[in-house]
């Protein structure tokens, strides 16, 4: 079984900084693209950032030129360095393969809560 295990979130002021970890174990780590996921409650999950196996990233709009994902394949780990965070940044944080969750196949872990008070 693919596990996957989020860190790094905590309670933050507006304007503040956080970097989230994703541990993956169980697959093709340096194979496969891999994303950053948000839930806030009461709305759709969405993704927010992606990486592909060589290190190519890419950004929803809410947070281009704020937030940076990258990845150390020898770790299997992938980061989130979250920077200008606001409020509307609140959510359950998820990292998962893209592939797993764009074909409805994906294991939810527990995810890591990142609150950003105004």
């Known amino acids: 079984q693919v596990q996957l295990v989020e860190s790094g979130g905590g309670l933050v002021q507006a304007g503040g900084s956080l970097r989230l970890s994703c541990v993956a174990s169980g697959g093709i780590f340096s194979a496969n693209a891999m994303g950053w996921y948000r839930q806030a409650p009461g709305k759709q999950r969405e993704l927010v950032a992606g990486?592909?196996?060589?290190?190519?990233?890419n950004y929803a709009d809410s947070v281009k030129g704020r937030f940076t994902i990258s990845r150390d394949n020898a770790k299997n780990t992938v980061y989130l360095q979250m920077n200008s965070l606001k409020p509307e940044d609140t959510a359950v944080y998820y990292c998962?393969?893209?592939?797993?969750?764009?074909?409805?196949?994906?294991?939810w872990g527990k995810g890591t809560l990142v609150t950003v008070s105004s």
């Open positions: 998962n393969y893209i592939a797993s969750a764009v074909y409805g196949m994906a294991s």
């Open positions: 990486i592909t196996g060589g290190g190519i990233p």
